[in-house]
């Protein structure tokens, strides 16, 4: 099954007609009301035959973070997209985000277009067209400029008559619905196989969950969801962030000019406060949000500035390491962790195991942190294929598995997979041939690019003698593997390391028969002043 790799993961190419809508703004309360108040069947129904679910958004909770990170698959930290506007620290401006050259990393929308699949991003908002099209052959129009759309710049011209009325108001619940009607289009007309729609918040921040025009345009959202879903797309429905009331209760505005409050107590000039939130759409985004940055001009000492608030913190800081039984503090536990002790590992280099063993602790294990090593695994397959894992540490938070992966529905059983979890920041991952009934012989082998804590390295799968995948990290675990898991042989007893691409579930017991499994390790190249 084709797929694309994008940021450090994998992604199946879609084999139907897929849509991603980016419901902006659409707190859970909006969909609890609907739900409640039977405004919106389609989702409701997804329910029954599909998923619905809540989870948290990137912070800062704005428009450009979160929809960044729907495209490339990534935080904040990775794509840089950390909000709609920012302060430019080399220059001293202040800088508002209307295209992608803030962005850092490539995009799942170009990447599926590259590998050959007919897409389109359309936006509401014309700064998130050019922010999130980078790098995109295919289709990218947004609703607000729809007007101005050519061949040329868009993939596409004629919006308006396309979609059957004129570019909507800015400032309109039209706004989004013409980008949904535009997907309609384009679905019917075959012009693309995903589409990413991302609407405008406009209407959540006017009405609440409840109100007659909030019902209103969900209702219309609803019915075009079930519109895309009866051409025959498979649609998954995500909001960017939720919506919060920034009034108090007699409907007066919650303001705090925090940068005037800091000025009062610092002096004025003191510090710079930065609103993410600012962007062109200003009459629904006047609120400027609840989330600021905070720049510090120059140098304060607080402590002495505030030595009241510095005692208070001091004292509470006691009072709790106490209660918790922390005291006394104590700054030694990396070197007391790196301290030499007695081991039954300690200066081994071959490792070799049969059949299956688990439950293994770090200091028992074969350690391949900081250093080159090769694993070899003899393997026997019974008729029909097999799954599972071959041998593993670690899990969720960091660790290795080398494994015949579980497949979905069937399809991609048994392939043979190295994956290498780097803190739950990077996967990378080595694939083989899926393999046939019989006996067969699969290695790993990895050489630093050390001496050094942490370097990465090369890794080569082989399988039967013959290279089958080659893939670098620039960076490896150093030191230890997360404390509360372990080395396991022919399943996994703790938590798994796959987190979408390969996903299992535990003990995910290998079904075929380990003849023999063997560790070659070359000595640490961790220097003095690594662990000094």
Known sequence: MANVEVNGRRYRLPERPTVVVCFDGCDPEYIRRGFADGILPTIARLREMGFVGEALAVVPTFTNPNNASIV?????????????????????????????????????????????????????????????????????????????????????????????????????ADLSLFVLDAGIRLLERGAATLLYLSLSDFVQHAHAPGAPEADAFNRAVDARIGQLMALGATVGVVADHGMNDKCRSGGTPNVVFLEEELAQRFGEGAVRVICPITDPFVRHHGALGSFVRVYMREANDLAATMPDKLKEMQDLFYAEAKK???????????????????????????????????????????????????????????????????????????????????????????????????????????????????????????????????????????????????????????????????????QDTRTPLALIEYRYDVPFTFTGTINKLTFNLEPEQDTKADRK
């Open 72 to 172: 490339t698959g990534v935080p904040p930290a990775v794509h840089g997209i950390s909000g709609n506007y920012y302060l430019d620290r080399a220059t001293g401006e202040e800088r508002m985000i209307t295209d992608a050259a803030m962005l850092r990393c490539g995009t799942i929308l170009a990447a599926v277009a590259g590998a050959g699949v007919t897409t389109a991003a359309v936006t509401a908002k014309d700064k998130l067209r050019l922010m999130l099209a980078r790098g995109l052959d295919g289709i990218a129009f947004s609703s607000e400029k729809a007007d101005r759309a050519t061949l040329a710049d868009n993939g596409i011209d004629d919006v308006e008559a396309m979609v059957g009325r004129a570019k909507p108001d800015q400032y309109s």
């Open 324 to 490: 918790h039984d922390v005291l006394p503090l104590d700054n030694s536990t990396l070197a007391r962790f790196l301290t030499p002790r007695p081991s039954l590992t300690a200066g081994r280099t071959v490792f070799t195991y049969s059949g299956e063993l688990s439950g293994v602790p770090d200091s028992a294990a074969p350690n391949i942190l900081d250093k080159s090593y090769t694993i070899t695994a003899e393997v026997t397959i019974p008729d029909g294929g097999a799954e599972g894992m071959i041998v593993t540490e670690g899990g969720r938070f960091g660790g290795y598995g080398l494994f015949l992966s579980k497949g979905d529905f069937g399809i991609g059983r048994g392939k043979v997979v190295f994956l290498y979890n780097l803190l739950d920041l990077k996967r990378t991952t080595w694939e083989g041939p899926e393999l046939s009934p019989g006996k067969h012989t699969i290695v790993f082998d990895f050489k630093s690019d050390g001496p050094g804590l942490g370097k990465g390295g090369t890794g080569v799968l082989s399988v039967d003698g013959k290279e089958v995948a080659r893939n670098a990290m620039e960076h490896t675990i150093p030191i230890t593997f997360p404390e509360d898991e372990t080395f396991d042989i022919g």
